[in-house]
Antibody
Framework: EVQLVESGGGLVQPGGSLRLSCAAS????????MSWVRQAPGKGLEWVAN????????YYVDSVKGRFTISRDNAKNSLYLQMNSLRAEDTAVYYC???????????WGQGTLVTVSS | QSALTQPRSVSGSPGQSVTISCTGT?????????VSWYQQHPGKAPKLMIY???KRPSGVPDRFSGSKSGNTASLTISGLQAEDEADYYC??????????FGGGTILTVL
């Protein structure tokens, strides 16, 4: 059974940093692209970033470029999102998702809430 | 990059059919056959319902179908059931391994 479990969310002040993690199991992690997708309270889904199987290619939505960094550790079956210079508009539930070459997201985690507020 | 355009809400009675549209541009929906649809119940993670415009993952009822014409994709749900009441999001490949979602549609089963 495919499982994706996010962690690391919480309350952070504007300008602060946070690192999200996603632990994957039930599939060969190193064979798949992985993505982060977020959802602000009461709003729609927004793709944030993805990373190729070997970590050599990474892509981001314009609003987080230069502030967020996606990475992965295939030996630990883990996906990460380092978030710096956080803004109030980054407040959202962040989902980890298994990504098929940016064509679709077949499996999703349960999400972790990030709140940026003073 | 603006979100794909979906109707804010749609509704239908049990047993009826509803169609949710998703309009983009030639740079996303119109340019690729990589449109997917997700169902999201309150407080839950999204669930893949349709991928590659019209393909259904294993376990998704054949009441759910997808199509595309030009820059507009559509999700049709036939034989509406109470459990279909949820938010629905379209999603498209937008080139260079980037992705764009629609704003979401609230489906109400009357």
């Amino acid at each position: 059974e495919v499982q994706l479990v996010e962690s690391g969310g919480g309350l952070v002040q504007p300008g602060g940093s946070l690192r999200l993690s996603c632990a994957a199991s039930g599939f060969t992690f190193s064979s798949y692209w992985m993505s982060w997708v977020r959802q602000a309270p009461g709003k729609g889904l927004e793709w944030v970033a993805n990373v190729k199987q070997d970590g050599s290619e990474k892509y981001y939505v314009d609003s987080v470029k230069g502030r967020f960094t996606i990475s992965r550790d295939n030996a630990k079956n883990s996906l990460y999102l380092q978030m710096n210079s956080l803004r109030a508009e980054d407040t959202a539930v962040y989902y980890c998702a298994r990504d098929w070459y940016a064509e679709y997201f077949q499996y999703w985690g349960q999400g972790t809430l990030v709140t940026v507020s003073s | 990059q603006s979100a794909l355009t979906q109707p804010r809400s749609v509704s239908g009675s049990p047993g009826q059919s509803v169609t949710i549209s998703c309009t983009g541009t030639s740079s996303d929906v119109g340019g690729y056959t990589y449109v997917s649809w997700y169902q999201q119940h309150p407080g839950k993670a999204p669930k893949l319902m349709i991928y590659d415009v019209s393909k259904r993952p294993s376990g998704v009822p054949d009441r759910f179908s997808g199509s595309k014409s030009g820059n507009t994709a559509s999700l049709t749900i036939s034989g509406l059931q109470a459990e279909d009441e949820a938010d629905y999001y379209c999603c498209s490949y937008a080139g260079s391994y980037t992705v764009i979602f629609g704003g979401g549609t609230i489906l109400t089963v009357l």
